[in-house]
């Protein structure tokens, strides 16, 4: 699953290189494995055909071989690179792929020596929080003049900068995961009194209908509950509460001033402390296996665990109801989560990068049924940064009846944020502050240690000016 995949690693790095590996989260259920050339008449028109996308045909001489790495997902994911991946090869002579599936656990020390041996692979996968610093490294090189406008032109606009430093783009996104969603049981709303069709809007309605569903055997609401998980989970409430997270954007000091993050940590203590939550979570946030087992009424978690659910818990699907996380005040146009997600990109030392930008043009940017079909194999469990991928998704018989999928799409990822790339230990030292309020730290003083934590840790790593994003 990619989120548990992410998260772990991300607790181990504060590199966003080796973030690479990192960063987003798990779709579909029981599927083992963890998951996610230049023809102008094809770039210049993202909906057009497959085999349009691919290159010209070389005039003589051997075709040029590309490498491609690619982190192993679900099975249904290397399936279709594989799949997919045969067509580019078939479609034309001018350009051989060769792809690698590299499982997650490996991909940190294999991308390494190869990097210092100089044979990195010419493509490979990247998650967005890693892009800028590579591009700062050199590590990635810039697309703009190896692949056509229109294909940005493409993307959503708040999908652009999960790939771009200034002005230019350095990788071509695949797909994006909502770090938070709603997920509650009508059936258990129904018993306790509640519409089932009005889940809460805001943190206060939310912690009075978990009060009002926990009864013997069924807890109201879970969500993360360490701080390992809350670091990254918690970034879109984040976002909610202050309109910021807790560090300036130069990354010189922290910035926990503004008091909606004091009201962020007490609705984490409010809900823990009120008996709503288990005491020890029953599993890890992004697991929804007690909410299938329904020892859960309303559950806070990505946007990958409805493929859990369809997967293994068939009987209770047509109970499950799904809705964006509340908001502090109401406002459902307001950011409360996250996007994770991967994107491809050619190396900076690739010696064919026209080459191995026109692969990634055919898998990522051309004919959009070639990422719908992946979309279709994940059970819409994860979203398109495209605009013609979700207009072919409207025509399409299986995806245009998921409401789900339709919810998630208009009235989430919309507002959604990057995930954030500084240091881990920043996510960490707040996570931290709502962990101990939720175990009964005084809100103010757990506060103040995070802010004291952030404040060394910046001063000991000299990270203030270092953003990526700003230089």
Request: with cysteine; net charge negative; proline share 6%.
């Amino acid at each position: 699953m990619q989120a548990q995949t992410k998260k772990s690693l991300a607790v181990l790095v504060t590199a966003p290189m080796i973030l690479s590996l990192a960063l987003t989260a798990c779709g579909g259920g029981s599927n083992n494995g963890s998951n996610a050339g230049p023809s102008q008449s094809a770039a210049s028109s993202p909906s057009g055909s497959a085999s349009a996308s691919a290159p010209a045909n070389a005039p003589s001489g051997e075709p040029v071989t590309i490498e491609v790495w690619a982190n192993k997902f679900e099975d249904t994911t290397s399936e279709w690179f594989k799949k997919w991946t045969d067509e580019f090869n078939k479609s034309q002579s001018n350009v051989k792929v060769n792809l690698t599936i590299v499982p997650g656990d490996a991909w940190a020390q294999k991308m390494k020596a190869a990097q210092a041996a100089g044979k990195a692979p010419d493509v490979w996968t990247i998650s967005y929080n890693g892009v800028a610093n590579s591009a700062k490294l050199g590590e990635i090189q810039a697309l703009n003049d190896l692949m056509d406008q229109t294909v940005f032109d493409d993307l959503y606009d708040n999908m652009k900068d999960f790939v771009a430093v200034g002005d230019k783009y350095y990788a071509y996104p695949w797909l994006v995961e909502p770090s938070t969603v709603l997920y509650y049981r009508k059936d258990m709303f129904q018993e306790a009194g509640l519409d089932p069709e009005k889940p809460p809007a805001t943190w206060d309605e939310l912690l009075a209908d978990a009060e009002a569903l926990t009864k013997k055997g069924v807890f109201g609401f879970s969500t993360a509950q360490t701080a390992a998980e809350i670091g990254w989970s918690s970034w879109g409430l984040q976002y909610n509460a202050a309109g910021h997270l807790p560090i300036t954007d130069d990354w010189s000091k922290a910035d926990l001033a503004d008091e909606g993050f004091k009201k962020l940590v007490s609705f984490y203590q409010q809900a823990y402390q009120s008996g709503s939550m288990p005491k020890q979570a029953l599993a890890g946030y992004t697991d929804a296996k007690p909410f299938g087992e329904g020892k859960i009424a309303m559950m806070a978690n990505g946007s990958w665990a409805i493929g859990q659910i369809r997967n293994d818990y068939k009987d209770i699907v047509d109970k499950v109801g799904v809705a964006p996380m509340p908001t502090i005040d109401g406002n459902p146009n307001n950011t409360t989560a996250t996007l994770g997600g991967w994107s491809l990109a050619v190396d900076g030392k690739s010696k064919h990068p026209k080459e191995a930008a026109s692969y990634i043009q055919y898998l990522l940017a051309g004919d959009p049924n070639v990422v719908l079909d992946y979309f279709r194999g994940a059970q819409f469990s994860k979203f398109t940064p495209r605009k013609s991928v979700d207009e072919a998704m409207a025509s399409d018989p299986e995806a245009s009846k998921d409401a789900v999928r339709a919810m998630i799409a208009e009235k989430i990822v919309p507002y959604s944020k990057p995930e954030p790339i500084y240091p881990w230990d920043i996510s960490l030292a707040f996570a931290t502050a709502i962990e101990s309020a939720m175990k009964g730290t005084d809100v103010d003083k757990a506060l103040d240690k995070a802010e004291k934590d952030i404040n060394d840790f910046i001063t000991k790593n000299k990270t203030a000016g270092t953003n990526p994003k700003m230089q």
